[in-house]
């Protein structure tokens, strides 16, 4: 019990303390209203950093759930969470808007990072797995 608390907690501190860490924040204006921007593009490397900062996140939701039925989607829902939170934000900035591209950017992300680490837990749970690594030897 006292385990889930505290990983439950740790959850807590990593969704609170990452949406603001996620990604800038361009709002330079004041906040008011609701917006939805479809000018962004679908490409580019604002794409790619919401991609690469929820990757650890869905690796963390993953490790929370490795003991429930389905941990890579779970993991992939709870890493989605600080980017919703992002663009939650986003949405009522005056001179931006909620992004469903970098949602998108996000959860796949999210179920990626998930998906690897559960890959990781279940590679090391296989008491049958052979353990690979190189080897260098020299004879004369």
């Not at 989605?80 to 909620?98: H, N």
């Amino acid at each position: 019990m006292a385990s889930a608390v505290k990983h439950a907690g740790v959850l807590a501190l990593m969704l609170g303390g990452s949406s603001i860490a996620h990604a800038g924040f361009d709002c330079s204006g004041s906040h008011g209203g609701w917006r939805v921007t479809n000018s962004d593009s679908w490409t580019g490397t604002d794409k790619l950093e919401h991609f690469g900062a929820s990757a650890p996140f869905g690796a963390l939701g993953a490790y929370v759930t490795r003991d429930t039925a389905h941990p890579a989607i779970y993991g992939g829902l709870l890493g989605t969470v600080p980017g919703l939170a992002k663009e939650i934000v986003d949405g009522t900035c005056r001179s931006d808007g909620f992004s469903y591209k970098d949602l998108t950017a996000d959860a796949l992300g999210a179920f990626v990072g998930a998906s690897l680490m559960h890959w990781a837990i279940m590679y090391q749970r296989d008491a049958h797995s052979m353990t690979l690594g190189v080897r260098y030897s020299s004879r004369f």
